[in-house]
C-alpha cells in the first residue's frame, strides 16, 4: 500500500451507500479531478463539490436496488440489498443543495435553491 488517500476513496468513505466506478469517475470529471488523485492535492472546494454531487446524483436514484441471487446444488449466494427512504433522498438533496450555495456553484443557481423532490 502506497499511503495515499486517493479523492475516490475519500468520496466513497463520505457515503453510506455503492457507487459504481464509472459514475464517480463521470462525476468526478465533471469537477476537472482524476478519480486516483491524492485528495491531499485537491482544493476543500473541489473535494466538497464532488461530494455534493453524489449526493445529488444518488438522491435521483432508484429506491430500492436489489442485490444479485446466485444458488446452485445447495449453494446460495445473496448480496446485499439496500433502501433508499424518500426522508434520506431529501436530506440528501438539502446538504448538496446547502455545498452548491457555500461555493456559489452553478448547480445551485439552476435549481433557484429549491428542493424538487416529490413523494408519489
Known amino acids: 500500500m502506497n499511503g495515499v488517500l486517493t479523492i475516490g476513496e475519500y468520496l466513497r468513505s463520505r457515503i453510506a ?4 466506478n464509472s459514475t464517480l469517475e463521470n462525476l468526478c470529471t465533471y469537477r476537472q479531478v482524476i478519480v486516483s488523485e491524492d485528495v491531499n492535492k485537491i482544493s476543500i472546494e473541489k473535494q ?3 461530494y455534493a454531487d453524489i449526493l445529488s ?9 436489489t442485490g444479485a441471487k446466485d444458488s446452485d446444488a445447495g449453494w446460495k449466494h445473496d448480496e446485499e440489498s439496500k433502501t433508499l427512504s424518500i426522508t434520506d433522498k431529501k436530506d440528501m438533496r ?13 448547480r445551485y443557481k439552476s435549481s433557484n435553491g429549491l428542493t424538487k423532490i416529490f413523494d408519489l
Not at 17 to 20: D, N, R
Not at 57 to 65: F, H, L, V
Open 17 to 20: 451507500f455503492e457507487i459504481g
Open 48 to 50: 466538497e463539490l464532488c
Open 57 to 65: 446524483w444518488a438522491s435521483t436514484s432508484p429506491s430500492s436496488i
Open 94 to 106: 438539502a446538504e448538496a443543495l446547502s455545498i452548491y450555495k457555500m461555493y456559489n456553484d452553478s
